[in-house]
């Protein structure tokens, strides 16, 4: 079992940043890849960025190339998304999530992740 909790979400203004934090328990963290995920009003959730279980390697969805980053503490338990230049576009609630099956990845995720966390809103108003 995998607990996660993300933090960090709130309303920001066109162009700004904001870091969203998501703290995980329950198994040993660098064991497994973590993602962020994401789901504006009527739309379906989205695959946004992901990172190996070392940090060494990230995926990002082609929305958020280049503005996003994704990066784990494994000490603190902990992954986070630096979001910058932020759009309206954006707006959306953000999950992480666990795949607990291999540290590794090799792109983005192809099957379903096994742990998600509540969810933390994000609004970007112009």
């Known amino acids: 079992q995998v607990q996660l909790v993300e933090s960090g979400g709130g309303q920001v203004q066109a162009g700004g940043s904001l870091r969203l934090s998501c703290a995980a328990s329950?198994?040993?963290?660098?064991?497994?890849?973590m993602g962020w995920f994401r789901q504006a009003p009527g739309k379906e959730r989205e695959f946004v960025a992901i990172?190996?279980?070392?940090?060494?390697?990230?995926y990002y969805a082609d929305s958020v190339k280049g503005r996003f980053a994704i990066f784990r503490e494994n000490a603190e338990n902990t992954v986070y998304l630096q979001m910058n230049s932020l759009t309206l576009e954006d707006t959306a609630v953000y999950y992480c999530?666990?795949?607990?099956?291999?540290?590794?990845?090799?792109?983005?995720?192809?099957?379903?992740?096994?742990?998600w966390g509540k969810g933390t809103l994000v609004i970007v108003s112009q």
């Open positions: 329950g198994r040993t963290f660098s064991g497994y890849a």
């Open positions: 999530a666990a795949d607990v099956q291999s540290p590794v990845v090799r792109g983005p995720p192809t099957s379903g992740m096994d742990y």
């Open positions: 990172v190996s279980g070392s940090g060494g390697t990230t």
